[in-house]
């Protein structure tokens, strides 16, 4: 092995090895699990009774009014509930362990590239891990991160490779796959080879924009598994009304103002301006490269940059669909004139790169300790809240949208939780009217009409929830039972 082998192989060592730490550090962090609660029940649901729901399971509210729940993800809520153990603990490692496989997936299907830019590899790859490190616990999403994977590597080879390769035709598998581990980002499995499509009819040029024409029989292949991966689709338990649903979310403008997690990129967060800075690198590499650029490089990028643009929690696919095209265009770092630095440099630079891994390391054990070895720091309903609810046997109780997960957990059924499509069109903005308190046209308070609407016997809210405030207001008819740091909880006189 010569010294450039050597240097290739520690950068992708410590690029692993750095990664790896920044992967453990989030861990002990701690990550939100108000969502995790009711994917782990409803695994649970579906693993006892042996049915699929299409109704509104653990919500008073939806079974009082007969809703339609698009259970799109509920082959992950199953994985979810085997893999927990019944514990936060396990779900946050199985979290963590699907993580780790998606780096490692990432950086070994690169590495080849390490040899031509080990710096743009190396702070690339740890880059994109503590970008993506926020979106990591366990949701449905994450086993999106895997197929997507897995479908642009069949895509890029069947693009690069003179053979047409039948591998092509595992996209119909994927389909299926993801239109029940996660179906509300399952269009990405048509969207994408119809994108390679349209940059492979014709051969010309744009500037530096190069189209490739494919061969027929290998765009009658990528057409003929394009539709089998809509078909494919539609296998699952609502059919074709798959084909529409995420466009049917993204096109809710509603769940878009409301949820955080759905919201475009505010560089104001310090999260989501280190998140930007990737997209932006990626820009940058295709303006400056003097390489023509292939179009469907170019419209990928483009692609989930829009959907980033419109939600921050797109860029994980982003920075997964960047590692089959970015490298092509880095400009190329001569090793040699490195290897000509005296041995004394080479080896200060490599002893600082390990004393850095360590000591990233030692601070990384030292907040875990510092932390007690807690991952879950979402536990918003305490055992004594519970307790309390519990007593009051509630039949028709408030929550708070953030709470409603964790009391699905406790076998509460809730007015509102994480399945915001399930109750977009009913009782979501009486929701958001009713915590943010909000006045009609004639200057009343909407919570009066909600509350003699749907006619609430308990209500469970978070510190911010100004729906406590209207209630604190009235203590002749509404009386505070419970109150701690995370929840305050009330009953009608």
């Known amino acids: 092995m010569n010294e450039k082998e050597k240097v290739v192989r520690l950068v992708f060592v410590l690029t692993i090895v750095f990664s790896l730490i920044v992967i453990v550090r989030g861990f002990f962090s701690g990550k939100p699990l108000n969502d995790y609660f009711w994917h782990y029940k409803v695994g649970e649901w579906i693993v006892k009774n042996k049915e699929i729901p299409t109704f509104g399971i653990y919500s008073w509210f939806a079974k009082d009014n007969n809703l339609y729940w698009f259970s799109h993800e509920w082959l992950s809520g199953v994985v979810i509930y085997l893999t927990s153990f019944g514990s936060m603990t396990a779900a946050m490692v199985s979290a963590m362990i699907i993580q780790i496989i998606i780096m490692l997936l990432m950086t070994v299907s690169t590495r080849k590239y390490a040899k031509d830019n080990v710096l743009a590899y190396g702070?690339?790859?740890?880059?994109?891990?503590?970008?993506?490190n926020k979106y990591f616990y366990p949701r449905p999403h994450i086993y999106s991160y895997f197929l997507l994977f897995f479908e642009m590597a069949i895509l890029y080879k069947f693009k690069k490779e003179e053979k047409n390769t039948k591998l092509i035709y595992f996209l119909p598998l994927i389909a299926v796959l993801w239109a029940n581990f996660h179906g509300g980002s399952s269009n990405l499995i048509y969207i994408i080879p119809v994108l390679v499509l349209l940059t492979s009819l014709f051969d010309f040029s744009i500037g530096r924009v190069e189209f490739t024409k494919l061969p027929k029989d290998k765009l009658k292949s990528l057409g003929l598994a394009t539709m089998l991966s809509v078909i494919g689709l539609c296998v699952n338990p609502h059919g074709y009304k798959l084909l529409t649903y995420p466009l049917d979310n993204m096109n809710d403008k509603l769940m878009l103002s409301a949820i955080a997690e759905w919201s475009a990129p505010d560089i104001k967060n310090i999260s989501s301006f280190i998140a930007i800075i990737p997209v932006i690198l990626i820009a940058l590499i295709f303006f400056l490269t003097k390489k023509k650029i292939n179009a469907m490089d170019l419209l990928i990028f483009a692609f989930f940059t829009y959907l980033y643009l419109r939600s921050e929690r797109f860029v994980a696919l982003l920075l997964i669909s960047a590692c089959f095209y970015m490298f092509d265009y880095v400009l190329d770092l001569d090793l040699d004139v490195f290897l000509k630095c005296r041995p004394l440099i080479r080896k200060t630079v490599y002893a600082l790169a390990v004393v850095g891994a360590l000591c990233f390391a030692i601070l990384t054990v030292e907040h875990a300790l510092l932390s007690g070895g807690s991952v879950v720091?979402?536990?918003?309903?305490?055992?004594?809240?519970?307790?309390?609810?519990?007593?009051?046997?509630?039949?028709?109780?408030?929550?708070?949208?953030?709470?409603?997960?964790?009391?699905?957990?406790?076998?509460?059924?809730?007015?509102?939780?994480?399945?915001?499509?399930?109750?977009?069109?009913?009782?979501?903005?009486?929701?958001?009217?009713?915590?943010?308190?909000?006045?009609?046209?004639?200057?009343?308070?909407?919570?009066?009409?909600?509350?003699?609407?749907?006619?609430?016997?308990?209500?469970?809210?978070?510190?911010t929830d100004k729906t406590r405030v209207y209630l604190e207001a009235h203590p002749d008819e509404y009386e505070c039972i419970y109150e701690d740091t995370r929840v305050i909880i009330f009953a009608p006189c």
């Open 123 to 132: 702070v690339w790859h740890v880059a994109s891990v503590i970008v993506m």
């Open 377 to 463: 720091t979402d536990h918003a309903v305490s055992e004594e809240a519970v307790a309390v609810i519990r007593s009051r046997n509630p039949r028709r109780m408030y929550n708070h949208y953030n709470l409603g997960g964790e009391l699905i957990y406790n076998d509460f059924d809730v007015f509102i939780d994480g399945r915001a499509d399930m109750y977009s069109k009913y009782n979501f903005r009486d929701f958001i009217d009713m915590a943010s308190l909000t006045l009609d046209g004639q200057g009343k308070w909407h919570i009066e009409e909600m509350l003699e609407k749907y006619n609430f016997d308990l209500f469970v809210c978070t510190l």
